[in-house]
């Protein structure tokens, strides 16, 4: 089956750090893009970071940029997010989400690892 | 950024109505525009891409339309598993935008 799986989620004290795990399945995970979204509680959804096939281009969100790092590993058909510096406003559902490629839109999601932030 | 608007943010049907949820962006995204549903406790599954794609398995009573600023999600005849929240997305340029949402309730 095509999915993708994120693990790595879990309680954190403000100021700790986080990372989180894609792993793919059942398909190419080196010729799609990848972003991250994510959902905090009983809100909408936030794109916060893409990264290319090969890596050489990583964008992010303003509200993560400089303290999330977007990365990946072909090889082990994974999909990481380093998240440094967190905040309260960073808990979160976090999902893995598939590029479709030139068209743009998220053809396929995780089911989505959530974050707490809390003292 | 580009803003996206939905509208409204909720709204209660029946089975068998005819639903539209409006879309609106700040600035152009030509056609640069998809709508995913989400269930409750759910991941986001995509429903239309570029305006008016089906995404392959989604049933015919889903639509949209527009272009620009202007985008209309339409589902033709309610069914229950139709209960969700929708989001429309623009893919025309980063940082990728969400719209807040649009719940349809029974």
């Known amino acids: 089956e095509v999915q993708l799986v994120e693990s790595g989620g879990g309680s954190v004290q403000p100021g700790g750090s986080l990372r989180l795990s894609c792993r793919v399945s059942e398909f190419i995970f080196s010729s799609y893009q990848m972003n991250w979204v994510r959902q905090a509680p009983g809100k909408g959804l936030e794109w916060i970071s893409y990264i290319s096939r090969t890596g050489e281009i990583i964008k992010y969100a303003d509200s993560v940029r400089g303290r999330f790092a977007i990365s990946r590993d072909n090889a082990k058909d994974s999909l990481y997010l380093e998240m440094n510096s967190l905040r309260d406003e960073d808990t979160a559902v976090y999902y893995c989400v598939r590029d479709s490629g030139l068209l743009a839109y998220f053809d396929l999601w995780g089911r989505g690892t959530l974050v707490t932030v809390s003292s | 950024d580009i803003q996206m608007t939905q509208s409204p943010s909720s709204l209660s049907a029946s089975v068998g109505d005819r639903v539209t949820i409006s879309c609106r962006a700040s600035q152009s995204v030509s056609t640069y525009l998809n709508w995913y549903q989400q269930r409750p406790g759910k991941a986001p599954k995509l429903l239309i891409y570029?305006?008016?794609n089906l995404q392959t398995g989604v049933p015919s009573r889903f639509s949209g339309s527009g272009s620009g600023t202007g985008f209309t999600l339409t589902i033709s005849g309610l069914q229950p598993e139709d209960f969700a929240t929708y989001y429309c997305q623009q893919s025309f340029n980063y940082p990728r935008t969400f719209g807040q949402g649009t719940t349809v309730e029974i």
């Open positions: 570029t305006t008016s």
